[in-house]
């Protein structure tokens, strides 16, 4: 029995299922969306927001010019950059306008996501439930940072605008009125 360890295993030994995790927030982090299974996206919640934590509790550190820092503050950062490092990989490729273009992952991670998430105090991402896949009938799941639209503090769907199901069902009624109407005539 596993009683009192937690995470999932996947079916792997260790050192396959630390690199998959190491590769999908390397992922997350680099295009900030990413479509994986349902328990894949659960765990990787936990890895990288541990990462985002770590960032951003260095505060105004994280992110400040090296000149502006003290030789203290400067060690901090260092400190935890390499702490990150250890397990995130340095660079990643993503496709802007069609033409790859090459990011720092740490830099990315202290710079702009420390500095996104500053005043929130954790959740740093979403999962959203797609359906099953085809091939395999695996559960599927959209896993994405939250962007600065989200106010901090607030519970779930709040500060996001109400979706509107009525219209949608009024809709399909008329393209099946309209399919239904096609075929006959």
């Known amino acids: 029995m596993r009683h009192r360890n937690a995470g999932r295993q996947f079916g792997r030994n260790t ?6 995790l190491r590769a999908l927030t390397a992922n997350l982090l680099a295009h900030e969306r990413i479509e994986t299974t349902d328990a894949k ?29 003290s030789i203290a503050d400067r060690a901090r950062r260092q400190a935890v950059k390499q702490q ?6 340095r660079f990643a490729v ?4 069609g033409e790859p273009k090459k990011i720092d992952l ?24 797609l359906g099953r896949r085809r091939g395999d009938n695996a559960p599927m799941a959209i896993v994405e940072l939250l962007s600065d639209e989200v106010a901090p503090g607030k519970g779930k769907g ?13 809709a399909k009624k008329e393209t099946k009125k309209e399919e239904a109407a096609a075929e006959a005539g």
């Open 41 to 69: 996206a659960k765990e990787l919640r936990r890895v990288a927001e541990r990462m985002i934590t770590r960032a951003r509790r260095l505060g105004p550190v994280a992110y400040a010019p090296l000149d502006k820092l």
């Open 106 to 129: 740490i830099e990315k991670l202290f710079l702009d996501l420390a500095k996104r998430y500053a005043d929130r105090p954790g959740g740093y991402t979403r999962i959203i439930k």
């Open 94 to 97: 993503i496709h802007e306008n």
């Open 158 to 170: 709040e500060g996001e605008p109400e979706k509107k199901a009525a219209p949608k069902k009024a």
């Open 84 to 89: 990150v490092g250890k397990f995130l990989r």
């Open 15 to 20: 050192s396959h299922r630390r690199a998959m």
